[in-house]
């Protein structure tokens, strides 16, 4: 079994920057595309950041320029630099990772941390 959970997450002012982080634990054999989702109140599940196991990154328009996703292969975590927040950016952030897990490759998600951008 594989579980994810993300950390990070809370109440910053617009123009503020948040570092969230989402670690994969369990029995992990190999974790290959990473991602990041967010989900604002009467919105659906928005793809915001995703990353491949070697490491090349695409970004929602929402956040391009704005966002960075990286990760830290021999920790098993993601991380997603938010930075120029924005009321808008208020949701529940949630990681997404496919792993490969006593020989089946699955796709798993983190239970979600809440950001707020309000002043």
């Known amino acids: 079994q594989v579980q994810l959970a993300e950390s990070g997450g809370g109440l910053v002012q617009p123009g503020g920057s948040l570092r969230l982080s989402c670690v994969a634990s369990?029995?992990?054999?190999?974790?290959?595309?990473m991602r990041w989702y967010r989900q604002a109140p009467e919105n659906q599940r928005e793809l915001i950041a995703v990353?491949?196991?070697?490491?090349?990154?695409n970004y929602a328009d929402s956040v391009k320029g704005r966002f960075t996703i990286s990760r830290d292969n021999s920790k098993n975590t993601v991380y997603l630099q938010m930075s120029s927040l924005k009321p808008e950016d208020t949701a529940i952030y949630y990681c997404?990772?496919?792993?490969?897990?006593?020989?089946?490759?699955?796709?798993?998600w983190g239970q979600g941390t809440q950001v707020t951008v309000s002043s």
């Open positions: 997404n990772a496919d792993v490969a897990s006593d020989g089946a490759r699955r796709n798993y």
């Open positions: 990353i491949t196991s070697r490491g090349a990154t």
């Open positions: 369990g029995n992990i054999g190999s974790i290959y595309g």
